[in-house]
T-cell receptor, first 117, second 110 residues
Framework: DAGVTQSPTHLIKTRGQHVTLRCSPISGHKSVSWYQQVLGQGPQFIFQYYEKEERGRGNFPDRFSARQFPNYSSELNVNALLLGDSALYLC????????????????FGPGTRLTVT | QQPVQSPQAVILREGEDAVINCSSSKALYSVHWYRQKHGEAPVFLMILLKGGEQKGHEKISASFNEKKQQSSLYLTASQLSYSGTYFCGTETGANSKLTFGKGITLSVRP
């Protein structure tokens, strides 16, 4: 079975621009979470979506937004990019137990490396 | 609140054992352990749920002390493939949000 896929792999943007990152979960997984990982740190939670609804949001500004589509794929959008947004953006998918997402392990995609100059 | 992981780094010889700790200032609903190798995505190791249920790999064990709000990951008879950065992620309440620690770098040498 295919794992979690993310696109693009690498991206270079200029301050003030907008970026859209994409994620396709493992088949059968209805939940997608987004994380930001800067060098030397653990992944930091941005959003979680389940059945197209936002289930959780981390401490990120409103410049960050996301959505989940009927096929459970997801997009992360970041507006007005800042230098500090440079990071590895990870998407993770998981099964659910009823509506509890974190009963099961999360499978991470390879990430999108975003560089803001 | 970010969990605190200790020690900061571990260096082992093949075959040696190691314990990695994760502690939280808040009551824990679940603890998740992941390993990440350089340039790769985090890989699932173990989930420990409030109430005692565990899910994970056969060769790796962990404990979850709900009263002390701590979890430990036990790596026995370490192999070269165990090298990487180990992260614990904590869920403090049924809110589906995982907060990861800063990670511990573990190096296994021949």
């Amino acid at each position: 079975d295919a794992g979690v896929t993310q696109s693009p792999t690498h991206l270079i943007k200029t301050r003030g621009q907008h970026v859209t990152l994409r994620c396709s979960p493992i088949s059968g997984h209805k939940s997608v979470s987004w994380y930001q990982q800067v060098l030397g740190q653990g992944p930091q939670f941005i959003f979680q979506y389940y059945e197209k609804e936002e289930r959780g949001r981390g401490n990120f500004p409103d410049r960050f937004s996301a959505r989940q589509f009927p096929n459970y794929s997801s997009e992360l959008n970041v507006n007005a990019l800042l230098l500090g947004d440079s990071a590895l953006y990870l998407c993770a998918s998981s099964r659910t137990h009823r509506d509890r997402v974190l009963t099961y392990e999360q499978y991470f995609g390879p990430g999108t490396r975003l560089t803001v100059t | 609140q970010q969990p605190v992981q200790s020690p900061q780094a571990v260096i082992l010889r093949e075959g040696e054992d190691a314990v990695i700790n994760c502690s939280s200032s808040k009551a824990l609903y679940s603890v998740h352990w992941y390993r990440q190798k350089h340039g790769e995505a985090p890989v699932f190791l173990m989930i420990l749920l409030k109430g005692g249920e565990q899910k994970g790999h056969e060769k790796i064990s962990a404990s979850f002390n709900e009263k002390k709000q701590q979890s430990s990951l036990y790596l026995t008879a370490s192999q070269l493939s165990y090298s990487g950065t180990y992260f614990c992620g904590t869920e403090t309440g049924a809110n589906s949000k995982l907060t990861f620690g800063k990670g511990i770098t573990l190096s296994v040498r021949p």
